[in-house]
């Protein structure tokens, strides 16, 4: 099992481009997760998805907009990028019918927006 | 609302001797508790996690962390540190009727040989 992947591990945006983050998960995993996280500031939850074609907010999710069309993926755009959102971000997986809230997380995507 | 305060920002230990990462914790019912550690360059791993019983819970890589109630806190302990070890650590409570967790703002663990 690959567990939790993302795309791309590292990318430059200019001010207003879009981009799209790819998280996939192998693990049948019903709830999925979008943090950023920054320097002294723990993991921030942008958006989360408790199953397939659902999605809610969290606590930061200014700016960011998400999909879920596939159980196995979890997809978060940035429509038109700020220096406010260089960050590395985070994707999370979870079934806490089976593992108890334990989340399982990817490698991470650094994101430079100039 | 729930919080994690883990009041160290960083801590130096030298290689062999022994360490504890405090956390305290906001939360009205009992809590479940976690810590992940995150290498350089990674995402986070779990280390482990407290639901209820034994309040000295075991995890990976010769950790353990004590649950006391009295106090709000969830320490993490390791009686000897090795090189490897030297990562950030983060503590966390799960929101179980948010579905969400909330992270600590992560103690940054450096060895010194």
């Known amino acids: 099992n690959a567990g939790v992947t993302q795309t791309p591990k590292f990318r430059v945006l200019k001010t207003g481009q879009s981009m799209t983050l790819l998280c996939a998960q192998d693990m049948n995993h019903e709830y999925m997760y979008w943090y950023r996280q920054d320097p002294g500031m723990g993991l921030r939850l942008i958006h989360y998805s408790v199953g397939e074609g659902t999605t809610a907010k969290g606590e930061v999710p200014d700016g960011y907009n998400v999909s879920r069309l596939k159980k196995q993926n979890f997809l978060l755009g940035l429509e038109s990028a700020a220096p406010s959102q260089t960050s590395v971000y985070f994707c999370?997986?979870?079934?806490?019918?089976?593992?108890?809230?334990?989340?399982?997380f990817g490698p991470g995507t650094r994101l430079t927006v100039t | 609302a729930q919080s994690v305060t883990q009041p160290d920002i960083h801590i130096t230990v030298s290689e062999g001797a022994s360490l504890e990462l405090r956390c305290n914790y906001s939360y009205g019912a009992t809590p479940y508790l976690f810590w992940y550690v995150q290498s350089p360059g990674q995402g986070l791993q779990l280390l482990l996690k407290?639901?209820?019983?034994?309040?000295l819970v075991q995890g990976i890589k010769g950790f353990e962390a004590e649950f006391k109630r009295s106090q709000s806190s969830f320490n993490l302990r390791k009686p000897s540190v090795h090189w490897s070890d030297a990562a950030e650590y983060f503590c966390a409570v799960v929101n179980t009727g948010g579905f969400k967790t909330i992270f600590g703002a992560g103690t940054r663990l450096f060895v010194k040989a």
């Open positions: 999370a997986s979870e079934n806490p019918r089976t593992q108890g809230y334990e989340q399982y």
């Open positions: 407290y639901f209820s019983g034994d309040t």
